[in-house]
């Protein structure tokens, strides 16, 4: 079993939809969680992180963090066609340069015009 | 700013050949690092740096060399390629005060024969 895992897809979801992006892990030690959005032939970009559970709001955009389920969610509000990416769930155990990242495998995210 | 660049964008190895990666930040960052990035994978990190003069490994350092001179550059060294080595590297700088926010560069798509 993968220590973080996340479903490949793609989801393929309208315009305007609401996208829902999650990932599962089996380290409860995991305190940081990032989500990185990749567009294709192009390198990640750090869209949200999260400290322990809760949730965060920035835009469109909310992540969730559910430690006692040991469960991540992303999720994208009246979705846009340039949201179409690659999107990877990441955690560390601690914050600070040069932590090994964590990652899921990226949920490709397909919107539809 | 041109962010973070790095070249060649494709490259493709014999067994045994070396070479360098080379990255370059205009941001003035002290932190870089490096990542591979495989199928199903998720971003490995291989080496990194805090500073001009000091690198120290990652998760998969083996085979692969880093020095630091200069704040703006981060070069990656394949001393000896192997087809295990075929992947898509990825630099990434951030500074001291957004340790975790790191920003990436376009990727290197090495193929190793």
């Known amino acids: 079993q993968k220590e973080v895992e996340q479903d490949p897809g793609p989801l393929s979801v309208p315009e305007g939809a609401i996208v829902s992006l999650n990932c599962t892990y089996s380290?409860?030690?995991?305190?940081?969680f990032m989500w990185y959005r990749q567009y294709s032939r192009k390198g990640p970009e750090l869209l949200m992180y999260?400290?322990s559970s809760g949730n965060k709001e920035d835009g469109r955009f909310t992540a969730q963090v559910d430690k006692s389920s040991k469960y991540i969610s992303l999720f994208i509000r009246d979705s846009q066609p340039s949201d179409s990416a690659t999107y990877l769930c990441?955690?560390?155990?601690?914050w600070g340069f040069g932590n090994v990242l964590h990652c899921g495998s990226g949920t490709q995210v397909i919107v539809l015009p | 700013n041109a962010g973070v660049t790095q070249t060649p964008k494709f490259q493709v190895l014999k067994t045994g050949q070396s070479m360098t990666l080379q990255c370059a930040q205009d941001?003035?960052?002290?932190?870089m690092s490096w990542y591979r990035q495989d199928p199903g994978m998720g971003l490995r990190l291989i080496h990194y740096?805090?500073?001009?003069?000091?690198?120290d490994q990652g998760e998969v350092p083996n085979g692969y060399n880093v020095s630091r001179s200069t704040t703006e550059d981060f070069p990656l060294r394949l001393l000896s390629a192997a087809p295990s080595q075929t992947s898509v590297y990825f630099c990434?700088?951030?500074?001291?005060?957004?340790?975790?926010?790191?920003?990436f560069g376009p990727g290197t798509r090495l193929t190793v024969l």
């Open positions: 740096s805090v500073g001009a003069g000091i690198t």
């Open positions: 990441a955690m560390t155990f601690r």
């Open positions: 999260t400290y």
């Open positions: 380290n409860s030690a995991f305190q940081y």
């Open positions: 941001m003035n960052h002290e932190y």
């Open positions: 990434a700088s951030s500074s001291p005060t957004a340790i975790n926010e790191q920003f």
